[in-house]
């Protein structure tokens, strides 16, 4: 197992992009998630359920969504333990189609930075089919 390096907060400053990231979605994708979660909602794995309750086709699970989109900054800042408060609001539904699924893409920026506690806000921007799907999608996080 590697070890990944920790951001430092000498290393970043407010603007800075992280690496933007695509992440797929597939019915299986949602299927094992639900298997893993205990979340069955059918809307989320039968089309027909789905397009019934009025939904244009199955759901991702909207904390499977948050979920994956976090990663992003993880990564970026070497230790999920250094994230320190996470939060969002669900604004639209990740359509996920029975043929090749989709994606959700996902650029962060640095908005802030406090000096005293060595915490930095990063602000994401997430979408799936050009539509925004998660909106006030803000982490903390700690640096070293």
Known sequence: ?????????ADVS?????????IPVTRATLVHYAGASGDRNVIHWDERTAKAVGLPDVIAHGMWTMGAVIQLVTDWVGDAGRILD??????KPVVVPHDGGTSIDVTGT???????TKQGVVELVVTS????VLGRCRATVQLD
């Open 86 to 91: 996470y939060g969002t609001r669900f604004t």
């Open 110 to 116: 640095v908005k802030s930075l406090d000096a005293q």
């Open 14 to 22: 407010e603007g800075e992009a992280l690496p933007a990231r695509s």
């Open 1 to 9: 197992m590697s070890e990944q390096t920790v951001r430092r907060f």
């Open 129 to 132: 089919s050009g539509e925004k």
